[in-house]
């Protein structure tokens, strides 16, 4: 699948966890950089998500906030 989105990151799954209708999902895009999203627990079902497994986070947004 391509996408029009220029931020995309590869990574491991190291954790997939469900809650009652969203899951949390952690992706480690290397030197200790975990990157975390919630998504529905029917995206977790249909990806076939699991710890180990390979992933791409695609992050596209129109707002970045920073804090400190």
Request: glycine fraction near 12%; hydrophobic fraction near 45%.
């Amino acid at each position: 699948m391509k996408l029009s989105a220029r931020n995309q990151i590869k990574g491991k799954l190291v954790s997939v966890e469900k809650g009652q209708t969203t899951g949390h999902v952690r992706i480690d895009i290397g030197n200790g950089v975990i990157i975390m999203a919630s998504i529905t627990n029917e995206a977790i079902d249909d990806l076939a998500l699991q710890p180990g497994g390979d992933a791409i986070a695609v992050i596209k947004a129109s707002d970045v906030m920073v804090g400190v």
